[in-house]
């Protein structure tokens, strides 16, 4: 058993050390992978994945700027954006060669010695970080970065009560999966922390009542906990006047305002950070997906002085062994050059107007009976069914044209459409080329079911449960 694993990694590193395989390699390569996913991951990721069926695998093999290429060589458009975090493009120059220099010298920390990258992207955050927002702790995952949050606050008020959105995602580990929205992820493990109240978002009227409830019985809430645009809700941004109304209840309440930037943080809505576009400073600011550049997990959670004072004097109230490790630290610190340097946010800003002005004029001629709307900021856009089979046609349809996009997790009649803010016009055209074509065809099968049967939809593509639960992650 031992030499055929030895065999068997010795075969794998191999693959990994080459650029190209021959014929026969790849056929084995695609074959050994759909049979491992199916004995050894999940056999249920591929009953859902629109890039395996019977007569089609894409196994992924490499990546570069806006596209991945499967072993086949067939390229993707990736307007997935690995649901948010190429930001920068994938294996941006920089970013791989500050990781790769990293890696050759050093990969990751003693735990005892001081650590210089880790107090540099610190500083950095701390410049670059709306207000008085300074010290960092440093994490591997968006939902590590909620975690770390929701303590902090707890520690940093005394108070144990955390508000948060209907509609709104923060990740799956119990803490944060508490504060994620959708009864699908949340029923199988509650209760979790049973001190969360979901409000509606946009709504400043509910936050105010919520607040002052809670004052009343005593449950006085330690934080309002928010994305400053619903990403996995379905791309919903709020009115201007929502995130200036939030913070203005919450320091009225004496709640901490955490702003839950993993998915609109780092330049994906035009701005570094999203809640810049209304002037408002968090208490806590939450990184992830991007902060990373693509090439190394990463994560953050930003907070004031005050609020760090709980933990300066036991700092090991809350820790991780590789958060804030070389890697990502000069993975982040690169990515933070590249959004800077290549003026990135700004292109985000005006890129993402041109790519949803050419969305919405595509599927006007089809709206309402195939597409209800095209909505976005900067670069995280989403296009919203009336159904989600139709949206599922979709999203097939622009597979078979090698464009790749995502549902998202909590609102299911939705697509994602958040390509690396270095997407170029003639990537956005081809885009828009195909979802013509798609839209086009499924209209065609439509109106003969419209002529025949006198419905306003076309017949959904049968889905067991696993799809029609699922379905949204992979629209
Ligand atoms: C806003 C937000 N917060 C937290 C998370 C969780 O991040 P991760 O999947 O890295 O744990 C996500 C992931 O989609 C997210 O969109």
Redesign the pocket.
């Known amino acids: 058993m031992k030499s055929a694993i030895t065999q068997q990694t010795q075969h794998i590193l191999n693959l990994i050390a080459k650029r190209d395989l021959n014929d026969d390699e790849k056929k084995q390569l695609i074959d050994e992978t759909v049979d491992n996913f199916n004995a050894y991951i999940n056999p249920g990721f591929l009953q859902y994945r629109k890039s395996f069926s019977p007569d089609y695998v894409a196994v992924e093999w490499a990546d570069s700027g806006s596209t991945f290429t499967c072993v086949k060589g067939i390229e993707y458009i990736d307007c997935l954006g690995g ?2 975090i190429y930001n920068v493009g994938h294996r941006h120059p920089k970013v791989l060669k500050a990781v790769t220099d990293q890696l050759n010298r050093q990969a990751l920390h003693s735990q005892e010695l001081l650590d210089p990258l880790r107090g540099y992207l610190a500083k950095i955050l701390a410049d670059l970080a709306p207000g008085n927002l300074k010290y960092t702790f440093f994490t ?7 975690e770390g949050a929701l303590k902090m606050a707890m520690l940093a008020t005394g108070r144990r009560t955390i508000i948060a959105a209907v509609g ?6 119990l803490g ?1 999966l508490s504060a ?1 929205s959708k009864a699908v992820f949340r029923k199988p493990f509650l209760p979790s922390l049973h001190n969360v109240r979901h409000i509606p978002f946009n709504d400043l009227h509910a936050l105010e009542q919520t607040l002052a409830c809670l004052q009343f019985t005593g449950d006085d809430a330690a934080a309002v906990l928010l ?1 400053p645009i ?3 809700g379905g791309v919903i941004i709020p009115s201007d006047d929502y995130f200036p109304g939030v913070r203005r209840l919450c320091d009225k309440y004496g709640a901490l305002l955490i702003a ?5 943080g780092m330049g994906r809505t035009g701005k570094m950070f999203c809640v810049e576009h209304w002037n408002v400073e968090p208490d806590i600011l ?1 990184l ?2 991007a902060f990373g550049g693509g090439i190394m ?1 990463a ?1 953050a959670f930003i907070g004031s002085e005050k609020l760090w004072t709980p933990i300066f004097s036991n700092p090991f109230l809350h820790t991780t062994t590789f958060g804030g490790n070389p890697l990502a630290c000069a993975a982040a610190i690169a990515t933070i050059n590249v959004l800077l340097e290549e003026r990135l946010c700004e292109r985000a800003q005006t890129v993402g107007d041109i790519f949803l002005n050419k969305l919405k004029s595509t599927i006007k001629p089809y709206t309402p009976h195939l597409i209800l709307d095209a909505r976005g900021k900067g670069l995280l856009i989403a296009l919203e069914f009336p159904d989600t089979d139709i949206g599922f046609r979709v999203s097939k349809g622009l597979f078979q044209e090698k464009i790749l996009v995502a549902g998202t ?1 909590i609102n299911a009649k939705t697509i994602r459409i958040e390509p690396p803010l270095t997407i170029t016009l003639e990537q956005i055209d081809n885009v828009i080329n195909a979802l013509s074509k798609v839209l086009k065809e499924i209209a065609s099968e439509m109106k003969v079911q419209l002529i025949n049967e006198s419905i306003t939809k076309p017949t959904p593509i049968p889905m067991n449960n696993l799809q029609q639960t699922v379905l949204s992650r992979q629209l």
């Open positions: 649901y948010g591997n995952s968006g939902t590590e970065s909620v709104g995602f923060h990740g799956k580990s944060s994620t994305e619903l990403g996995e839950d930037e993993v998915q609109t939450c992830g997906k997990p994560g997790l």
